[in-house]
């Protein structure tokens, strides 16, 4: 029984691009700091490796003195240059080092048998390491198998412990050792249910092309909706940005609200018509689909990734093969409940279903590593 | 008696940007290769992980399927695409995965005592790994101390097993634990003793800020001889070429050869004056200077680096610290006798020396493992 009920004691291997919990983006951080808190609530003993800046219930080994993605600009940007005093060069921080070394932390303290597993979402980076180890571990993909180039490591790991963050997120490397699919789980309070809606429509997310912003702007034209897109534009995105988006500003329908802090994105969530998803790429298991719903939005979105998982079609929303079948879809938007939607998130994309889900997942790994003795 | 005589069984941890020997560039895997031979001429069972296109007389395990600064050109600069076939993000390589990789191929084949010793020439990125094996280590640095943002990585390993490959390579990183100095070793046929000299001086090497081929230019200038300059032009340094050497090359005394291979650049040390080695960084153990004194051929360097280790000052070159000193120097080449530059590689810098060294370090630290049972 002890095998099913008993308390575990987890290194939480976080990312450290971002603070857990982020201050602003940082989604993979945000399921680890989702994930880490809600496993604190129930009794376990977690160990949550991070970078400095994190915050957690569980004891918190901070790595790196600053998350990669905000380390200081001065620091960031130091040009490499011979230092005639110490006769080193002098240059910018070698991330790569660094979070060679932060994995290497969270694994050496499993040395002397402290953890019952290791739950890594550092994918490759960490799979290079898992076969000199004898704790069980399991590996988080968030989507790392869509970077082809990551195969040959994939490949040559292929019996560790993978989950998948959607059962469609598989079809990147459909070969690895899957032992669940656990969605991302969203702690509810955080997105309030809004039962009054206004006419606008909503694009949330990363504005790069897959994301499909562009076609978001289609769709609303087509409607005859306003449309409000909020996320950030990566550096590499802008060009896209400025060609494909930006023309459509001027007109009035259609504003670019930046990349909105939470509370304010929950309010846009809450009021919006629809959340329009119209991604071209397998999307593993974003936060916009879940955060849409609890607010109790519906969803119109493409048949790519997590979307027919999520989105219970004629209830919750719609999924869409063309442009005019969204501003179809757009029309009937009004039938859906506010209510059901949010029903979704809470039945199965909720933090205490995805903590239900990767305790189930920790203890068969830990039961079969007794059993075959490694 | 075994202790010191037996033969062992040492794991070969190559760098993997070119292959093991190197067909041209590549003066670490020179290392690896002239040592992995010595040792398995002396009865040492060692097996090389290297890239693939390397050869030897040891067990060679190719890694990852091309070195990989040779990487197919289409591969390398492939431009990141999604697939629509595939749904994947397609592009180049992933340099950083595979040469974890590379890594953990080697550790993982160490796990069932198959090994004495584990030989890196990789640095940190196998010192992260150096906690969670059994079989000692020995870390030979190349220089690696010299980039200031390795130090964090270098802190936490600092009780590992170290090799510099010159006395004054320590002052990059002085507070780890270096077990021996061990420089790098010639294998002498491939440097023909020259005794007939011209009257050219030549610079060899990368054509770096901090190998001074200006400055050669100026002390070839000043001592009124033709220089020659012979080395690889890295992109980075393309601009520092232009501005600082190219200019001269107008002016019929001073030529630029290219990157020669091995056996035209021994005819270029052979019947050098002098080379000129006016370097402003600490150079730890550059092949340049051993295979100059092999070819019989004086240096008149600067006092940084190996060169004050190297030079036999007044007998086989000068060590200068000026340009007017090194015109002087010049002037007084001929009294040198190439036999004693020869002599002083035979003596020191011969690959038998080296993996004399290397059995040492190899039975200290594997010696030491044993008593401390780890």
Redesign the interface.
């Known amino acids: 029984m002890a095998e099913t009920t008993g308390k575990l004691r987890i290194a939480m291997l976080a990312p450290i691009s971002w603070p857990a919990p982020p201050t602003s983006y940082g989604p993979w951080e945000k399921v680890v700091w989702n994930l880490t808190e809600e496993l604190v609530a129930r009794g376990h003993h977690v160990t949550l490796f991070a970078a400095a800046g994190s915050r957690s219930s569980a004891e918190l080994v901070e790595t790196v003195p600053h998350p990669l993605q905000m380390w200081p600009e001065a620091e960031r940007r130091a040009p490499e240059r011979?230092?005639p005093e110490?006769?080193?060069?002098?240059?910018?921080?070698?991330f790569?080092?660094?979070e060679?070394?932060h994995?290497?932390?969270c694994?050496?303290a499993a040395?002397d048998g402290r953890f019952d597993v290791i739950h890594s979402h550092l994918h490759?980076?960490t799979l290079?390491?898992s076969?000199?180890?004898s704790t069980p571990m399991v590996h988080s993909l968030h989507g790392a198998a869509?970077?082809?180039?990551?195969h040959?490591?994939f490949d040559?790991y292929r019996e560790q412990a993978y989950v998948s963050l959607s059962d469609a997120e598989r079809?990147?490397k459909p070969d690895l050792n899957y032992v669940a699919t656990v969605y991302n789980g969203i702690r509810l309070e955080e997105f309030p249910l809004g039962t009054e809606k206004e006419d606008y429509l909503l694009f949330a997310g990363r504005l790069s092309?897959?994301k499909g912003p562009d076609r978001a702007v289609q769709i609303a034209h087509r409607a005859g909706r306003p449309l409000r897109l909020a996320g950030i534009i990566e550096p590499q995105h802008r060009q896209f940005f400025d060609e494909k988006v930006k023309p459509h500003l001027d007109d009035q329908s259609v504003a670019y609200l930046g990349c909105l802090p939470q509370k304010e994105l929950a309010k846009q969530y809450q009021r919006a018509a629809a959340v329009l998803f119209p991604i071209?790429?397998?999307e593993p298991c974003s936060w916009v689909g879940i955060e849409a719903q609890a607010s109790g939005t519906p969803i119109i979105g493409t048949r790519y990734g997590y979307l027919p998982e999520l989105i219970r079609e004629g209830e919750t929303g719609f999924i869409v093969d063309t442009a005019e079948e969204a501003a179809a879809a757009v029309d009937r938007v009004g039938e859906l409940d506010p209510q059901a939607c949010r029903a979704n998130v809470e039945a199965r994309f909720s933090v205490r279903v995805m903590a239900s889900g990767y305790e189930r997942v920790f203890r068969k790994v830990i039961g079969n590593t007794r059993v075959t003795g490694r």
């Open positions: 011979l230092d110490s006769g080193l060069l002098a240059g910018p921080p070698d790569r080092a660094l060679q070394q994995i290497a932390i694994l050496e040395r490759v980076h290079v390491f076969r000199l180890i869509w970077v082809e180039a990551l040959p490591v040559r079809q990147f092309p897959e071209s790429w397998c």
